[in-house]
């Protein structure tokens, strides 16, 4: 008859053992780096260089929405900033990554005319 004490015991023993078929913990860590880089850190590089070609592309007279949602029309354009009239004789200076959508001058003009 086994007692409770060794009972106890066998079970801790095959609790600690790791799985069948891992081996090394250090593989659970690089599969995790793995799926981290996949799922976090290539998409915001991604988004982000989107973000970088949008905001090199913007051009004077084209239509933008801000970041704070202010709309407006690119007046000048400098190293790093923007000037943008959001209303008759209104003009603000933005940082140029504050940029959240640009709108060519020519698509606006067409949804305006249909």
């Known amino acids: 008859m086994i007692s409770p004490l060794s009972h106890a015991l066998v079970l801790a023993q095959a ?30 590089q991604k988004r982000m260089k989107e973000h970088q070609a949008l905001i090199a592309s913007a051009k004077v007279g084209d239509h933008v929405i801000m970041e704070g949602g202010e709309h407006g029309i690119i007046t000048s354009l400098k190293e790093r900033t923007a000037m943008v009239k959001v209303a008759d004789n209104v003009k603000i200076e933005y940082e140029r990554t504050k940029i959240a959508v640009v709108t060519k001058k020519s698509d606006v003009v067409e949804a305006e005319a249909a």
């Open 15 to 44: 609790a600690g053992a790791p799985p069948a078929g891992l081996g090394n913990p250090l593989w659970m860590f690089v599969i995790m780096i793995v799926m981290m880089y996949f799922i976090a850190i290539r998409p915001q």
